[in-house]
């Protein structure tokens, strides 16, 4: 098994690998097990077995953003979508995959990450707000996700802050700005909050 392989066996976020040609998509155990299915379902499997789990609403989206990579429209595949877990509920994902090998000009192997977003389908929910900066964060590398030094939230608007998991802290790192929430501002400078919150 070569260096590369161990990594991605080891790796603490879900991945995949698509083999476009024979379309057969190889994983860690991490991306099926996370929505509580069994491993040996999806061994062997296209990719299809894994599209047929998105949400209704979401699969046109994946596909295109699939397409966009496969005719070279776009160099990475970007997408968040709801897909269903073993109980047959919804949960949020951020998927990222790029072009790994091409066969002379096709595309014949495309290698990604896939990170949970949460499970939050409330309207009102932190989440949505989060997919949001992300998604902007996707479309304009020159933006910058704010973090709260004290707590470690993430600013989603003036007055909005949110947790970010663990793999999400880590899967942005390099988008990362760091200030301090009003919240802990309060809690760090309560002689000076009132007029630095102004």
Request: aromatic letters at 10%; glycine letters at 4%.
């Amino acid at each position: 098994m070569i260096l590369a392989e161990v990594i991605l066996q080891h790796s603490p976020f879900a991945w995949w690998e698509w083999d476009v040609a024979n379309n057969k998509v190889s994983f860690n155990d991490l991306k099926v097990t996370m929505l509580g299915y069994k491993v040996d379902a999806f061994v062997d499997k296209g990719y299809e077995v894994f599209t047929d789990l998105l949400h209704p609403e979401d699969h046109k989206k994946a596909m295109d953003a699939m397409r966009d990579l496969l005719t070279g429209r776009k160099n990475i595949y970007q997408v968040d979508y709801r897909i269903k877990d073993s109980k047959n509920e919804y949960h949020w994902y951020m998927d990222r995959g790029v072009v790994v090998h091409m066969n002379g000009e096709k595309i014949s192997r495309i290698r990604g990450i896939v990170i949970d977003l949460g499970s939050e389908m409330r309207i009102d929910s932190n989440i949505e707000h989060l997919v949001k900066l992300l998604r902007q964060y996707s479309d304009d590398q020159d933006k910058f996700i704010v973090i709260c030094s004290a707590c470690k939230r993430a600013k989603i608007s003036k007055q909005e802050w949110v947790v970010l998991s663990n793999d999400l802290s880590l899967a942005i790192t390099d988008t990362l700005s760091h200030g301090i929430c009003p919240d802990c501002v309060r809690k760090l400078y309560p002689e000076y909050a009132e007029k630095i919150l102004r």
